[in-house]
């Protein structure tokens, strides 16, 4: 069983950073491949960004377009924690934030493929 428990969320004023941790339960965190994924009211879970499996040959990321150039994606796998740095934010990236864990799929950006989830973390970003 793994426990997700994410922090950082807050108000920021658009153009700001935040950045977003998500500490996981376990010893057994580097085998999984780490996702963030957003929910604004009224919308459905969207894909945000994915760190793979630490592996001799490095950690592949991916992110979605509308976080490319803005977001970046890290691990630490010895403080069993993943980041979501988030820069140049804009209003319509408020939403709460949740991360998640799996660990079959080498790039998975659909959240049915994730197998454990944090409670979020609201982000607000006023203009």
């Known amino acids: 069983q793994v426990q997700l428990v994410e922090s950082g969320g807050g108000l920021v004023q658009a153009g700001g950073s935040l950045r977003l941790s998500c500490a996981s339960s376990?010893?057994?965190?580097?085998?999984?491949?780490m996702g963030w994924f957003r929910q604004a009211p009224g919308k459905e879970r969207e894909f945000v960004a994915t760190i793979g499996w630490s592996t001799w040959s490095g950690t592949k990321t991916y992110y979605a377009d509308s976080a490319k150039g803005r977001f970046t994606i890290s691990r630490d796998n010895a403080k069993n924690t993943v980041y979501l740095q988030m820069n140049s934010l804009k209003p319509e990236d408020t939403a709460v934030y949740y991360c998640a864990a799996q660990s079959r799929i080498s790039r998975a950006t659909m959240a049915y493929e994730y197998d454990y989830w944090g409670q979020g973390t609201q982000v607000t970003v006023s203009s």
């Open positions: 376990g010893r057994t965190f580097s085998s999984y491949a």
